[in-house]
């Protein structure tokens, strides 16, 4: 069993959609990163959360520490947000196999 | 906001040859710096964690001797895949930071196919 389990691993949406992408992990945390990976490989750090919610643009995190669960939400979602995402916690790096995510114009 | 720098972005080296990948913080000092490595179609792996002045630590199941890691400054730090065989191919990320505080910024990372 992994650590840190993703859920749904693959997603298509329509444009617009609000999209959420769900985290849960068996471990214990002083933060979780949600990370969005390009068709390249690059990596872009999205957030870094330890409690509550943080938002930036269309883009909203959510943590439950007592449930150890996470959310990624993205608001009308657009093509250009097709990435994978991956959630991460700071517990010796483990990650996520991540999400997949096609938004369709 | 954070950069890190990362490169080559792509190497192409021949089986029992080495590849140095280069990873810079370039508006901060990183007091840690961290490599992974993530196969097709899956998620990244930690490799090693280094600290500015002192040896990496491994995760179990890296080969020290293989992946040199060095951390000589604040700014820099290096992975050099040594005779490289074409089962290292795959792609190497660095992160950066200064702490869980502050979060951490990744690197573009880098593309290693030997052949």
């Known amino acids: 069993k992994n650590e840190v389990e993703q859920s749904p691993q693959n997603l298509t949406a329509q444009e617009g959609e609000f999209i959420t992408i769900n985290c849960s992990y068996s471990v214990g945390i002083s933060a979780l990163h949600w990370l969005q990976q390009h068709p390249g490989g690059g990596i872009v750090s999205l957030f870094m959360l330890s409690s509550g919610k943080k938002k930036h643009g269309r883009l909203i995190a959510t943590i439950n520490i007592q449930e150890k669960h996470s959310s990624l939400h993205i608001t009308a979602s657009h093509p250009r947000d097709s990435a994978v995402y991956i959630c991460?916690?700071?517990?010796?790096?483990?990650f996520g196999t991540g999400t997949s995510l096609t938004v369709i114009p | 906001g954070a950069v890190v720098s990362q490169h080559p972005s792509r190497v192409i080296c021949k089986s029992g040859t080495s590849v140095k990948i280069e990873c810079r913080s370039l508006d901060f000092q990183a007091t840690t710096m961290f490599w992974y490595r993530q196969f097709p179609k899956q998620s990244l792996m930690l490799m090693a964690t280094s600290n500015e002045g002192s040896k990496a630590t491994y995760e179990q199941g890296v080969e020290k001797d293989k992946f040199l890691i060095n951390h000589a400054s604040l700014t820099l730090s290096t992975l050099t895949v040594t005779s490289a065989h074409p089962e290292d191919s795959s792609f190497y990320i660095c992160?950066?930071?200064?702490?869980?505080?502050?979060?951490?910024?990744f690197g573009s990372g880098t593309r290693l196919t030997v052949v």
């Open positions: 992160s950066a930071g200064q702490g869980l505080k502050y979060g951490y910024t």
């Open positions: 991460a916690v700071d517990s010796q790096f483990y």
